[in-house]
């Protein structure tokens, strides 16, 4: 069964930063596509930052300064490095992929979600 688990939420002070992860496991051929979006309450899911196989990114503009996607393709693993949080960055921040099984289609998956808190 294929599945994304993050890793990395918490509590943070604003300035500070957090590092979160996502390891993607079961029969996979590829990984196309990785990112990161995130949901604040109240409020709609926005993206955050997606990264290609390759190693092209896309982040959304007010984070683009502060926030850094990578990953790691021997890993199936996508981080979210986080600088200069602040309060408004408060939001579950959760995975998503779009995964090629070893046989099938490719589809659309999400992690189960993160919380991260910046407050003082």
């Known amino acids: 069964q294929l599945q994304l688990v993050e890793s990395g939420g918490g509590l943070v002070q604003p300035g500070g930063s957090l590092r979160l992860s996502c390891v993607a496991s079961?029969?996979?051929?590829?990984?196309?596509?990785m990112g990161w979006y995130r949901q604040a309450p109240g409020k709609q899911r926005e993206l955050v930052a997606t990264?290609?196989?390759?190693?092209?990114?896309n982040y959304a503009d007010s984070m683009k300064d502060r926030f850094t996607i990578s990953r790691d393709n021997t890993r199936n693993t996508v981080y979210l490095q986080m600088n200069s949080l602040k309060p408004e960055d408060t939001a579950v921040y959760y995975c998503?992929?779009?995964?090629?099984?070893?046989?099938?289609?490719?589809?659309?998956?999400w992690g189960q979600g993160t919380q991260v808190t910046v407050s003082s």
């Open positions: 998503n992929a779009a995964i090629k099984p070893l046989s099938g289609t490719i589809n659309n998956y």
């Open positions: 079961g029969r996979i051929l590829s990984i196309p596509k």
């Open positions: 990264i290609a196989g390759g190693g092209s990114t």
